[in-house]
């Protein structure tokens, strides 16, 4: 069983940064890929990034592109997002996702059906 659990949300300033985590745990962890997803209240839950983990392979939604930094420490069996620039539409919580160890090819990777383990999600609140 694969658990996942985020930390690092909260409330800031429009403006403001913040840094997600996302530790991994479990009989073996070996996800493909790592990403983040967010769901705004009365949303339905978008892709935000996501990493592949053994070429450390980055990929954006166009909303978040150059303002938020995915990066994983395999080490640590940990995955980071590095959100700066927050605007109040960030606003939503965050989930962490983790994939089957199996190749996911690139035009995958934002495709919720692509992840089968999940956390529980962080709240992220930005204020104007």
């Known amino acids: 069983q694969v658990q996942l659990v985020e930390s690092g949300g909260g409330l800031v300033q429009s403006g403001g940064s913040l840094r997600l985590s996302c530790a991994a745990s479990?009989?073996?962890?070996?996800?493909?890929?790592m990403a983040w997803f967010r769901q705004a209240p009365g949303k339905e839950r978008e892709f935000v990034a996501a990493v592949v983990r053994s070429r450390a392979y980055t990929f954006y939604a166009d909303s978040v592109k150059g303002r938020f930094t995915i990066s994983s420490d395999n080490a640590k069996n940990t995955v980071y997002l590095q959100m700066s620039s927050l605007k109040p539409e960030d606003t939503a919580v965050y989930y962490c996702a983790g994939s089957r160890p199996y190749y996911v090819g690139t035009n995958y990777l934002k495709e919720r059906s692509s992840y089968d383990y999940w956390g529980q999600g962080t709240q992220v609140t930005v204020s104007s």
């Open positions: 479990g009989r073996t962890f070996s996800s493909y890929a």
